[in-house]
Antibody, heavy 122, light 107 residues
Framework: QVQLVESGGGVVQPGGSLRLSCAAS????????MHWVRQAPGKGLEWVAVISYDASNINYADSVKGRFTISRDNSKNTLYLQMNSLRAEDTAVYYC???????????????WGQGTLVTVSS | DIRMTQSPSSLSASVGDRVTIACRAS??????LNWYQQKPGKAPKLLIYAASSLQSGVPSRFSGSASGTDFTLTISSLQPEDFATYYC?????????FGQGTRLEIK
């Protein structure tokens, strides 16, 4: 069965960095696009970034562009999110999600991890 | 960016009720609209994709429809496990955007 397990969350000071990982199993990781989606405490879902199956296409939310970097290692079945210049408003649970397709319009997140909490505070 | 507006923001209903949640896109998104259910402390779960296709394993009391830029999620007969928050999502173009959510509560 499909499993997505996020790790790397924790408490970090404003301006600091953190790298999240998402270990995937139960499917051919090199096939689908992958997403990061976050949810601030008590708030709604916010899409963060997407990476195509072969990493040739990457897109970000405006709120993280230039600060966050999504990447994947298909040989390790792992998705990453490098987060730099963190702000208080980046505090959230971060979910990784598996797309149904390789990339493009009409995508949907058919499987989600359990999430990892990132807290940005001094 | 495409703005997704859900209504209502919250809704109280009883077991057995028929419930409808609306989602309006700020511009045309074809039928690239998905619906998710989220329960407290849990990850979102895909219910409907491409406006009206039921995800495998999701009960048939859930359905979706589309008319132009207006989309609807309908639960035909509410069950106790359906009380949750529901989100629409457009994947027509990046940045992908979600609606603000509709919280469905027990009356």
């Amino acid at each position: 069965q499909v499993q997505l397990v996020e790790s790397g969350g924790g408490v970090v000071q404003p301006g600091g960095s953190l790298r999240l990982s998402c270990a995937a199993s139960g499917f051919t990781f090199s096939n689908p696009a992958m997403h990061w989606v976050r949810q601030a405490p008590g708030k709604g879902l916010e899409w963060v970034a997407v990476i195509s199956y072969d990493a040739s296409n990457i897109n970000y939310a405006d709120s993280v562009k230039g600060r966050f970097t999504i990447s994947r290692d298909n040989s390790k079945n792992t998705l990453y999110l490098q987060m730099n210049s963190l702000r208080a408003e980046d505090t959230a649970v971060y979910y990784c999600a598996k797309d149904r397709f390789q990339y493009g319009s009409g995508s949907y997140c058919e499987y989600w991890g359990q999430g990892t909490l990132v807290t940005v505070s001094s | 960016d495409i703005r997704m507006t859900q209504s209502p923001s919250s809704l109280s209903a009883s077991v057995g009720d028929r419930v409808t949640i609306a989602c309006r896109a700020s511009q045309s998104i074809s039928r690239y609209l998905n619906w998710y259910q989220q329960k407290p402390g849990k990850a979102p779960k895909l219910l409907i994709y491409a406006a009206s296709s039921l995800q495998s394993g999701v009960p048939s009391r859930f359905s979706g429809s589309a008319s132009g830029t207006d989309f609807t999620l309908t639960i035909s007969s509410l069950q106790p496990e359906d009380f949750a928050t529901y989100y629409c999502q457009q994947t027509y173009i990046t940045p992908i955007t979600f609606g603000q959510g509709t919280r469905l509560e027990i009356k």
